[in-house]
């Protein structure tokens, strides 16, 4: 009997450790902490396994990411799988689109490493997904917000409504129609700062919404509309910027920053953001760490 408390206590320590986490990237990420930059795995960590794998997630998780972006699609048989595009070619030994195929179809085929090898994995479904995210990373489903009202029984059913974050360009009042009722999910708006709307729309959110960051995407970095973003700093809310390739960052993208961070990462960190989606994961904490941007002793 002694035993059984012991293991029962030290379960309990460990869930609760597992979901401070949790908490505290919430916490963090809604308290705007600007000594704490955000690192978002894109695909998960698709360069150790497959893109929109679980294993690209958990390796994501491992390295330090706090959020991992996964696409989803919807099957035949009204099933939700981590897919990118809209078939199956690129990424599985399969050929044909998402949407002509059941589930049990799609988990026949294997999926591919970014250099075209098979793995064992198969597609995940947005369960499996979730599952490998709780307790230990936040997740932005990418098209989540298009599909809520039929994602929400699996975010339910796996515990992580917590962990989801929506991003999309909706209107204020079309995103206070489709969250009533989930109180725990975030929203972040995304602008083209390049779009003649972009101001109105910003001004809207930070007027009207209050979001916890505001994504931007701009394809040089002398446009006009990059003086939104120190707007957006000075009012609190987070900033969050792709580096993914040059289209969504003026240029200023991962791969240059593998030869020269500090005019690539650190001119983004420059302009006030605290949110970077990636595809360098481990090499983006290092090189916040060594800013002194990661939080207390880093």
Sequence with gaps: MKLFTIAAALLAALSATAQSHIDDLRQRLLSRDKDYVFVVAHRGDWRSAPENSVGAIKSAADKGADMVEIDIHKTKDGQFVLMHDGNIDRTTNGHGNISDMTLEQLKSYRLRYSDGNLSDETIPTLEEALLACKDRVLVNIDKGHDYLAEISPIIQKTGTEDHVVLK????????????????????????????????????SFLTEYGPAAIEVQFSKDNVAGMSLIPTIVDSGCRVWVNTLWESLCGGHEDEKAMRDPDANWGWVLDRGVTIIQTDRIAELINYLKSKGLRGRGN
């Design 168 to 203: 999309g360009s909706n209107s204020v009042a079309d995103v206070r129609n489709k969250l009533a009722g989930y109180e725990n999910i975030i929203f972040m708006p995304v602008v083209n700062l390049e779009n003649s709307s972009a101001s109105g729309y910003v001004s």
